[in-house]
């Protein structure tokens, strides 16, 4: 099946030299040429994947990833031309599952969205079998992709949920940062590890007693992280 990526993007000739090539890969895509027109669409129609500019007229880049994140889990990849520490992290904090940076290579891109959508649960690929994985309080149902407390739902994005499977599975064992990348972003990212740091600070908001003092997602300095007991 085709999927729905909506491309948000004011640079005319981008968005549509983009939206063609990715036709070529098969997805089906609709382009929006501003923050307002981006959230327009998704007010009234259905998407499995957002591609964002940072750098938009009107509503930028990282109040629409906001709203959007207020709203669900719709998987968000930004796509920005400026690689800086600061523009990254800014659109990862702002709720984003992943980045790309100009100029974009549409095969490459393609692989990314495929390897979001499948944490996201939309690509037909199930986790470990439907099986419950118990981490200190949390009960993490592969099944159906959600996390309870106390038979309350914690409510986490595709990608923040894979990782917390990929702790929870090692069972206390240390998985390393390098690991963590590769299993839930399908790539090393040439030894960028500012998703995983920025994905583990939002994990931790969501499901520790005190993100301040983690007890559940432990650090284990120079090697990597484990799973609290």
Same mark, same amino acid.
């Given at each position: 099946?085709?999927?729905?990526?909506?491309?948000?993007?004011?640079?005319?000739?981008?968005?549509q030299?983009? =939206?063609?090539?990715?036709?070529?890969?098969?997805?089906?895509?609709?382009?929006?040429?501003?923050?307002?027109?981006?959230?327009?669409l998704?007010?009234?129609? $259905?998407?499995?994947?957002?591609?964002? !500019?940072?750098?938009?007229?009107?509503?930028?880049?990282?109040?629409?990833?906001?709203?959007?994140?207020a709203?669900?889990?719709?998987?968000i990849?930004?796509v920005?031309? $400026?690689? !800086?520490?600061?523009?990254?992290?800014?659109?990862?904090?702002?709720?984003?599952?992943?980045?790309?940076?100009?100029p974009?290579?549409?095969?490459?891109?393609?692989?990314?969205? $495929?390897?979001?959508?499948?944490?996201?649960?939309?690509? @037909?690929? *199930? #986790?470990?079998?439907?099986?419950?994985?118990?981490?200190?309080?949390? !009960?993490? /149902?592969?099944?159906?992709?959600?996390?309870?407390?106390?038979?309350?739902?914690?409510? #986490? +994005? =595709? +990608?923040?949920? /894979?990782?917390?499977?990929?702790?929870?599975?090692?069972? @206390?064992?240390?998985?390393?940062?390098?690991q963590?990348?590769?299993?839930?972003?399908?790539?090393?990212?040439?030894?960028?590890?500012?998703?995983?740091?920025?994905?583990?600070?939002? #994990?931790? /908001?969501?499901?520790? /007693?005190?993100?301040?003092?983690? *007890?559940?997602?432990?650090?284990?300095?120079?090697?990597?992280?484990?799973?609290?007991?």
């Amino acid at each position: 099946m085709d999927f729905s990526v909506l491309l948000v993007e004011d640079d005319e000739r981008v968005r549509q030299t983009l =939206g063609f090539a990715l036709g070529d890969e098969g997805f089906a895509v609709t382009g929006a040429a501003s923050g307002e027109d981006a959230l327009d669409l998704l007010s009234t129609g $259905r998407f499995d994947v957002v591609l964002l !500019d940072l750098v938009l007229p009107g509503v930028n880049g990282l109040d629409v990833c906001r709203t959007l994140r207020a709203r669900g889990d719709l998987p968000i990849i930004i796509v920005t031309a $400026r690689a !800086d520490a600061a523009d990254v992290i800014a659109g990862l904090e702002a709720g984003a599952d992943d980045y790309v940076t100009k100029p974009l290579v549409a095969g490459v891109l393609a692989a990314r969205i $495929r390897a979001l959508l499948r944490r996201a649960g939309r690509g @037909g690929e *199930a #986790l470990r079998g439907g099986e419950v994985l118990r981490c200190g309080d949390l !009960d993490i /149902r592969t099944d159906t992709g959600t996390v309870h407390r106390d038979g309350v739902r914690i409510h #986490l +994005t =595709g +990608t923040e949920f /894979r990782l917390l499977v990929e702790l929870a599975g090692a069972a @206390g064992r240390i998985v390393t940062r390098e690991q963590l990348v590769r299993r839930v972003w399908a790539s090393d990212y040439f030894g960028d590890t500012r998703l995983l740091d920025v994905h583990i600070r939002r #994990l931790r /908001r969501k499901v520790e /007693r005190d993100p301040d003092d983690p *007890a559940l997602i432990v650090t284990v300095r120079g090697a990597g992280y484990r799973i609290g007991t």
